[in-house]
């Protein structure tokens, strides 16, 4: 009875542990994105979008 419960306890534990790595690496996208967003935003996409309009109206 008591290497069943503490089987069962152990399992419980792991998929805690489990449940909360998976949440961390989520949580971690979040701060990571905020920050590499805007400078490819800024560094990759703006000079293209620039380019490409300037080609069309000539200017």
Do not use: H, K, N, W
Request: glycine fraction near 6%; hydrophobic fraction near 55%; include cysteine.
């Amino acid at each position: 009875m008591a290497a069943r419960l503490a089987a069962e306890v152990r399992d419980q534990v792991e998929q805690q542990a489990e449940a909360r790595a998976q949440r961390a690496s989520v949580l971690i996208t979040l701060p990571l994105g905020l920050c590499y967003l805007p400078a490819f935003l800024t560094l990759g996409v703006l000079p293209v979008v620039l380019g490409l309009t300037a080609r069309t109206f000539d200017l």
